[in-house]
């Protein structure tokens, strides 16, 4: 057996195991593509962190614009008739109404005249401190100037002669100037505000202060129900209730994300709602 033997460097020919590898240009190829799709990676990664952060300040502008406006209406719906009010004087934007406590019927209030007592339907009647009554208010004016409108309650006893009633005593002689045609009277709290501060952007809510003839803007103390809010020409309007529907306040704001926006553009969205009072004196 003859082995032949060839020498395949002399003939010219090199072993392909000795081209591995790869050139200064081909390394320069593959970082320019790597480094391209980093960037296009890192771009894509932030558009979507910046998006879902986005998606929750909005989904908590939203919320928090929800529970404001339910807070204020389910108050207001349980206001004195009559005794709602708007008025808007520098940053503040406010609504004022008499917060009803509890309602009955009156059995024996005189046509005229001067009363320091009377009775009533004893349905679960207690009276606090600062308690006031009301029988028949028809406009803002007169009740919040307590004239003929409004007394301060002193005390509700049983009656000692039918245990179904009721004694209402008065701090002072009052003179109401009307009678309900039903013969209803209402147990109010003091005045309740929500005012927002176009400035800062706060809702807030305030109780517990004494009734003012004039509008106040805003009351004493208050605390902040939510925030990230601006007026949208008048917040609160108020349209009186007539013979043929409620009384209407209509809620008119903007929600904004006063802090920060991460995509570079404003979150904002308006917000209108209304709320039916009830009108029955």
């Not at 879902?52 to 529970?67: E, F, G, T, V």
């Not at 009377?118 to 009554?133: E, I, K």
């Not at 020409?233 to 008119?252: K, P």
Request: contains cysteine; charged residues 15%; glycine residues 6%.
């Amino acid at each position: 057996m003859i082995v032949t033997t060839i020498n395949y460097q002399k003939r010219g020919f090199k072993d392909s195991r000795l081209n591995d590898g790869f050139s200064l240009l081909e390394l320069i190829i593959v970082i320019v593509i790597l480094a391209i799709m980093a960037i296009s990676l890192s771009k894509l990664t932030n558009t979507t962190v910046f998006s879902y952060i986005d998606a929750k300040d909005r989904n908590r502008l939203s919320q928090s614009a929800k529970w404001v406006t339910e807070r204020i209406s389910r108050e207001v719906r349980e206001a004195l008739p009559q005794s709602v009010r708007t008025a808007t004087s520098g940053n503040f934007h406010c609504v004022e109404f008499m917060a009803i406590v509890n309602a009955s019927t009156y059995l024996d209030l005189p046509a005229s005249g001067n009363i320091l007592s009377f009775n009533a339907v004893g349905y679960n009647l207690v009276a606090t401190p600062g308690n006031l009554v009301a029988i028949m208010p028809i406009d803002p004016a007169s009740l919040y100037a307590s004239s003929g409108v409004l007394a301060t309650v002193n005390s509700i006893v049983t009656s000692g002669v039918d245990p179904n009633q009721a004694v209402i005593s008065l701090a002072a002689a009052t003179n109401f100037v009307r009678r309900s045609p039903q013969r209803r009277f209402y147990l109010l709290n003091t005045p309740v505000s929500f005012c927002l501060n176009n400035l800062s952007g706060e809702m807030t809510r305030h109780d517990g202060y004494a009734i003012a003839a004039a509008q106040q803007f805003p009351p004493p103390g208050g605390t902040v129900i939510g925030e990230n809010f601006t007026a949208v020409s008048t917040v609160f309007n108020y349209q009186l209730g007539t013979l043929s529907r409620s009384g209407l306040l209509q809620i008119n704001l903007n929600s904004q994300n006063r802090s920060r926006s991460l995509t570079g553009t404003s979150e904002s969205f308006d917000v209108f709602h209304e709320v039916h009072v009830r009108n029955v004196p």
